[in-house]
């Protein structure tokens, strides 16, 4: 156990060094001295997340830092960031852009100078269980990702030779962008987290961009303007925040704001909702998989989205008790349900994952829209998991994405025999995502436990919504398990750093799961009852039977395997039946004596699951609910 | 007190799956054999004895060991292991939350078996089966949610010792029951994925390409798997252990008549026609409880 000034001297230093280490990144004309930069800049970062973890009390602390310097370095870089937003907007007529920067400009001018100047903020950081939490995962996860992208965009640019090699910003974006996210999990000032917000939204903006082709400078303008109008809700919030409740400090105002914090929390969610990609916003973030797959694993599933529902975490407790909370689970249930059907009509592996996400965020909401013990602790339980699933299967997409030169999961035919290692890790990857005994599962089930006895409807809503999840992973995961000899092994070229980050993400894919009854007693239930006084956990004899589960997954996978690769002799190899008329294996005899090819495709059902009409249905009816969200709280 | 009060109240969690795994293939094999026998009445033929079945299944464990690739047998093993595991969660008093969550991942094995083997028979046998798991799926968590309304717990002992009959106040939910039933017993007019009845248009469907040892594994896992569905509607009925086997007896009669009596739907039909089932007597039975109970 360390003081609070050990506390602070860590969170600064995972705050400023990423971004010292995206400068040096950027400065650093040699390759390998840029690498070696990386690698040791990950190391650093997970050991200063972990050193957070072993420094933590348990309790919420909270830190003065106070100085006129970082006030005014804040202002001049926000003021950099946003004119270099309006020349980006003016010089792609994005006037919606432009319009967006100019309010929010205006407003944070006229509210530093004229309105409430000078308030005095006594907490700008704090840290708690929730924040180490998010920390493990951006430094963690954060760090394999950006370690993995260095095997990954040597290849990206291989292939793509029409595109600029910009990897130094691209590097330095992405640490910058780890820095931005530690910022919003440790601030406690709202203007600090607004600050951090809008660097993460050029971050994702410029990432997104990365190709410069008209699709993805489309896209980044999409996900801009979506950000941009959220974060002028976020500035609107803390000026309302600041002139009315005269604070500008998170946990004051959710404290102490009483009816003056409904308003500002009501705003301050919307902005969450934008940034996590829900209903009605959620098209910016499936329009974001063009960029470069290690982004959408970093920015798009497993931190910047999360960010999103973080603050919304944060801010729900002002909003308990309205209609504006039963609006925000509603729009979370509505988003959950909606994009898991429309997955099932993707064939595009990105875009299935990004619908997933979507959805997956959606519960996250639809639990701080409840907020009951129960449904926070679910709700960090399902952040945690899903970042690690999720981050794992990206990755493993970015990999087939390139030596296969497709992102179609109907091109990944007999994955397990080109790829077996990277099957091996998807197979993973979509076990983690919804079935038993992994982690996903797990925060579903504690879901729908805290669902059920707040509102059937949500229930129903997601036994629904988990019925189509089961649908789209398991025809997914049947693909590439589909067994076919003679095919040439693609996987030699595969760079190590893309191999260690993807053995990495697998083992704590199942690591999470096995550790799940500590993690939850040491880190997630103390947190939960420092808020609610009381704090659910998992029956013991359930958590044994998961844990047998486990247990007989990962001992019968290898032994079986095992079997049938080297023990099993004693069989009669045959064709497939194929009415009869075989020629061989695949291909068969049609009815006018001519050969055929049996070709295997998954079922869409398009008929049922167009995208188009389910997210016109979802955006309306997700706009009426954001109207009521914010119009019940106006009046 | 019936054998089956005696069971609910043994204390013994071991002892009570043992039972399970001993006697549920034995009772499953039976309600096939009566199953075939009545059927084939229905259809006003003799049909075969009563342990048929059995005398199947003892015949494949002895056929030649005949497969497409080496790997095809794995997902099945994991079936049948995962089944038999389900069903002992539940006998011995289990979460029925997990239970479901236990038989979904059995499920999923099953269908990737059928995934693996690549035949277009079993890749459609596959596909149609998760369209069947993806029907069903949203009834069957709806049949826990309704159960814990009722009686506070998920806990398959506590909700089988329930005083008041559970049927009064799920209504809905058991109609509701009642149709996946039909589906995950694979009976016309759901049989879509795989089907016993000769000149299918998917042949054997998901099974085409499984024999021997491993049919033998599909056959006595599915046995298993009836008896749990039959314990389920006992549930409905558990006030009263006579009640109770009168029920699962009569409405597994019912199933036969079903079969019996209906053409095969499209798989469209069937998906729609369940979750429409399911929303209407299910989630409309659920929110109706829900305000009803509410202090």
Redesign the interface.
């Known amino acids: 156990m360390m003081g609070p000034e050990g506390h602070v001297e860590t969170i600064l230093f995972l705050i400023l060094f990423p971004a010292g280490v995206s400068l040096l990144l950027l400065s650093i004309p040699v390759k390998s001295v840029r690498r070696t930069v990386a690698v040791i800049a990950n190391i650093a970062l997970i050991a200063g997340a972990i050193r957070l973890l072993y420094e933590s009390s348990g309790g919420t602390v909270r830190f003065e830092l106070e100085s006129v310097w970082i006030e005014r370095s804040m202002l001049a870089l926000e003021a950099a960031l946003s004119a270099f937003v309006l020349y980006m907007g003016v010089r792609y007529r994005r006037y919606l852009v432009v319009l967006f920067t100019l309010l929010q400009l205006g407003l944070l001018v006229h509210f530093e100078t004229v309105a409430a100047p000078g308030i005095h903020v006594a907490h700008s950081l704090f840290i708690d269980n929730f924040s180490i939490i998010l920390a493990l995962i951006i430094g963690v996860i954060g760090s394999f990702i950006c370690l993995y992208a260095i095997g990954y965009i040597e290849e990206y640019h291989e292939r793509h030779k029409e595109s600029e090699d910009n990897r130094r910003v691209f590097f330095f974006l992405m640490y910058l962008f780890l820095s931005a996210m530690f910022g919003i999990v440790f601030s406690n000032n709202l203007k600090w987290i607004y600050f951090f917000w809008e660097v993460t939204t050029v971050c994702s903006f410029l990432l997104i961009k990365y190709h410069e082709d008209e699709e993805s400078i489309g896209s980044a303008f999409s996900a801009l303007t979506m950000n941009l109008l959220g974060g002028l809700a976020f500035a609107v919030g803390i000026s309302y925040a600041g002139i009315y409740a005269g604070t500008l400090e998170l946990d004051r105002l959710i404290a102490d704001g009483g009816a003056y914090a409904v308003f500002p929390a009501a705003l301050i969610a919307f902005s969450g909702l934008a940034k996590s990609a829900q209903l009605p916003f959620s098209s910016w973030l499936t329009r974001a998989m063009v960029a470069p797959t290690p982004v959408s694993a970093l920015l798009h599933s497993s931190t910047m989205v999360k960010a999103g529902v973080y603050i919304i975490i944060k801010v729900a407790p002002a909003l308990k008790g309205t209609l504006a909370a039963a609006m925000l689970s509603y729009l979370g249930g509505l988003t959950f349900l909606v994009t898991s059907l429309i997955a099932i009509s993707q064939s595009n592996a990105k875009k299935v994952l990004a619908y997933s996400t979507i959805g997956n965020l959606g519960l996250v909401v639809a639990c701080a829209g409840i907020g009951t013990s129960e449904a926070i602790w679910s709700a960090i339980l399902l952040i945690v998991f899903h970042a690690v699933a999720k981050s794992l299967m990206f990755l493993c997409v970015g990999i087939t994405e390139h030596k296969l030169s497709s992102k179609e999961i109907e091109n990944m035919d ?1 994955l397990i025999m080109v790829m077996p290692k990277v099957s091996a890790a998807m197979i993973i990857g979509i076990s983690g995502m919804f ?2 005994p992994f982690g996903m ?1 797990i925060s579903k ?1 504690a879901t ?2 805290a669902f ?1 006895d707040f ?3 949500m ?2 809503i ?3 919504g ?3 999840t ?2 789209f992973w ?2 997914w ?3 590439i ?5 003679g095919l040439k092994n693609l996987e030699k070229v595969v760079s190590p750093w893309e191999w260690t980050t993807l053995a990495v993400l697998s083992f704590m894919t199942i690591g999470v799961c096995i550790i799940f009854p500590v993690l939850s007693s040491a880190l997630i239930e103390p947190y939960i009852t420092e808020l609610f006084g009381t704090s659910p956990s998992m ?1 013991r ?2 958590i044994i ?2 844990m047998i ?1 486990m247990l ?1 997954l990962l001992t ?2 290898p032994v ?2 095992m079997y ?2 080297w023990l ?1 002799k ?10 009869g008329a075989n020629v061989d ?2 291909r068969f005899l049609g009815s006018t004596g001519e050969e055929l090819t ?1 070709d ?1 495709r ?2 869409y ?1 398009d ?2 699951f167009s995208e188009k009409r389910l997210f016109d249905f979802g955006w309306v009816a997700a706009v009426f609910l954001v109207i009521l969200m914010i119009g019940v709280v106006i009046t | 007190m019936t054998p089956i009060d005696y069971y609910i109240h043994l204390d013994n969690i071991h002892l009570k799956a043992a039972i399970y795994i001993v006697l549920a293939p034995l009772l499953g094999g039976l309600l096939a054999g009566i199953d075939r026998k009545l059927s084939a009445r229905m259809q006003g033929r003799i049909g075969p004895p009563i342990l048929q079945p059995f005398y199947d299944v003892l015949k494949l464990f002895q056929k030649e060991k005949i497969i497409v690739n080496k790997f095809q047998n794995f997902n099945v093993i994991l079936f049948f292991v995962f089944m038999i595991f389900t069903g002992s969660l539940f006998f011995l008093g289990g979460d029925l939350l997990l239970v479901i969550f236990a038989l979904t991942l059995a499920g999923v094995f099953f269908a990737l078996a059928g995934f693996s083997v690549n035949s277009p028979y079993c890749h459609l046998g596959a596909e149609r089966e998760l369209i069947q798991m993806m029907s069903y799926d949203p009834m069957i968590i709806l049949v826990a949610v309704g159960m814990y309304l009722v009686t506070g717990t998920f806990r398959v002992d506590a909700i089988a010792l329930y005083d008041k009959p559970l049927i009064l106040f799920l209504p809905g939910v058991f109609l509701g029951y009642l149709h996946v039933l039909t589906i995950k017993l694979r009976k016309s007019p759901f049989d879509l994925s795989m089907s016993a009845h000769a000149h299918q248009e998917l042949v054997s469907g998901l099974k085409t390409e499984f024999s021997g040892t491993t049919l033998a594994m599909i056959e006595i896992g599915h046995w298993y798997e009836n008896v749990l569905l039959l314990g389920i509607i006992y549930l409905f009925f558990s006030f009263n252990s006579a009640v109770g086997v009168a029920a699962m007896l009569l409405l597994y009669f019912l199933e036969i008549v079903i079969d019996n009596t209906n053409a095969r739907f499209k798989w469209e039909l069937t998906f729609k026609s369940t979750w429409v089932v399911t929303a209407l007597f299910g989630a409309a039975n659920i929110i109706i409880l829900y305000f009803a109970i509410r202090p």
């Open positions: 007999f079935l038993a599962l089930w729908l436990k059920i509102n059937p409807i229930a129903i997601l036994a629904y988990s019925a189509a089961l649908f398991t025809k995961m049947g693909k398990i589909t067994i076919k000899y029956d004899f359930n039977i998961i589960i007989g019968m996978l079986a395997l049938y690769a099993d004693d069989y009669k190899r045959v064709g497939t039946y194929l009415g294996n695949i049996a295997i998954n079922y059902l008929s049922f």
